[in-house]
């Protein structure tokens, strides 16, 4: 009887260890983007933030972590790579679509289109109405950039948010004098620049070349704007924009906004969120 009781026990306490291991998540390390998936937790009742915090809340701020969620804090490209070593993993977009997932079907959760996280064009202060940045402009919001979106993500895994749409020129922007020309952007590969492919052509008929470097990082595509040696970027959205001007001193401006992309939870040890209570 004596070992039953002490075998009982022992299944129990083994029960009450499983219960208490935490349950890890991997998200953008960057201010904003893990704040970002905090938001996006909250929202679904996982966690609770401190009052007041937003759009910069760290795992400091969480309040009330009833699921034990252990955060691994990683940088963001990174998350898609690590995903299948974590319980679940909260992907931007664009580094989503380039490891093969789709934001709205292989996501555990997804956010609304509705929000602040809005892609932007950005230039270095002082360019805001150079003729290159309005003719970039004008190509970015046309209506031919509006129905690539749709018709490309239909699914809404990226949502155009081109209100007031243009035939893919400025009516100011002397066009023959910027004929001959190179702009160069620097964008993330996917949807950046995809899309951007689309303006390209549309410049291209007013010869002008508009060269697209990719790259796969957060932080260069800020600096060599900067820098002076990429005119403009295309890669990031309004509140990393912001943040990041402020943080390292740059003179980053957005000037037109173009997508969101719904940030989204996938599994990796776990296939759905029966792991998690609310």
Known sequence: ?????????AAVLALSAVSALA?????????????????LL????????????????????????????EFQEV???????IKADVDYAIINNNYALDAGLSPTGDSLLIESAESPYVNVLTVKEGNETAPATLALIAAVTSQQVADYIASTYPDGAVVSVITDATDGYDASVDYAALAGTTISVAAS????????????DILAAKDITLDIIEFSDYVQPNMVVESGEVFANYFAHIPYQDNFNQENGTHLVNVAGIHVEPMALYGGKQT???????
Request: net charge negative; charged share 20%; glycine share 2%.
């Open 23 to 39: 349950i890890s998540v991997a998200v953008p390390n960057d201010t904003t983007n893990e704040a970002r998936a905090l938001l």
């Open 189 to 200: 590969p996917t949807p950046h620049a995809q899309i951007l492919a689309i303006a390209k």
């Open 75 to 81: 940088e963001a490209a990174m998350v898609p790579n």
């Open 42 to 69: 909250q929202a679904n009742g996982y966690i609770k933030l401190k009052d007041g915090v937003d759009i910069t809340a760290t795992v400091a701020d969480i309040e009330e972590n009833p699921n034990n969620l």
């Open 1 to 9: 009887m004596k070992k039953l009781i002490v075998l009982a026990l």
């Open 272 to 278: 759905d969120l029966s792991a998690l209570t609310k």
